[in-house]
């Protein structure tokens, strides 16, 4: 979800633009999942046309959403974002990036340990800077779930479950259980994403949630959001996905 309140980083086809403001912030956090119309626009922002209309232009010249016209009424226009939300500023979280680049002073570090601790220093040392990258290494969990589905045989849910569960144990990722199919619920423990972090308040496992949704659609054709509600960085000893 796009972040209101924030300085937000999206990607469009001439770079990265940075929009600030809770007025477009609000805007294109309204695009986010469908096109609007104009109307439809002032009514969830509360805000008057003409301040609508200024902002608008703003983000369509910024080239971070476009307008057309309405097929329905060739007097109105449907706006849509057309760039990607990649990242937002947030509060620097610092101690969590000093305690993983701790960990590289082991003697006793392997290739597995070393490789795990390098991913945890790059995404921890951009939030230690104030950048929420969980966005973007959402967006490449999908982009690598789409091609690891490719490889997945079965048809059903339970069977796409098992083959998951395998594919997790296989690469070392964690350790996969299902304790409810009913909101489906994926439950990772020894997550190699956050398995050492330390607790800092936040869900950390965006990664993981953009492969599931990516799995599931491709195989299954299921078009949904799993959502990480417990994690090793809210205080839990496990992450827990559900499907919203």
Known sequence: ??????????????????????????????????????????????????????????????????????????????????????????????????????????????????IKHTF?????GLEAQGINTQPLLKLIGKDIGTKIATNFESEDLDGILEELSSFWSMHRLGTISVPCHDPLSIMVNDCFDCGTMPPIGITLCSFDEGILEAVLLAQLGIDCTMKETECYGTGYDHCLFVMQ
């Open 1 to 114: 979800m796009i972040s209101s309140g924030n300085t937000s980083l999206f990607a469009t086809e001439h770079g990265f633009i940075a929009i600030d403001g809770d007025v477009k912030l609000k805007i294109m956090e309204l695009l986010e999942d469908e096109a609007r119309s104009f109307n439809e626009i002032v009514q969830h922002t509360g805000k008057s046309k003409s301040t609508i209309s200024v902002h608008l232009k703003d983000l369509r010249a910024c080239g971070v959403l476009e307008g057309i016209i309405d097929p329905n009424d060739r007097r109105k226009k449907i706006y849509s974002i057309c760039s990607r939300y990649m990242a937002c500023s947030q509060e620097p979280i610092i101690k969590h990036y000093n305690t993983t680049l701790e960990r590289f002073a082991s003697a006793s570090l392997d290739e597995y340990d070393f």
């Open 120 to 124: 945890h220093a790059l995404r921890c």
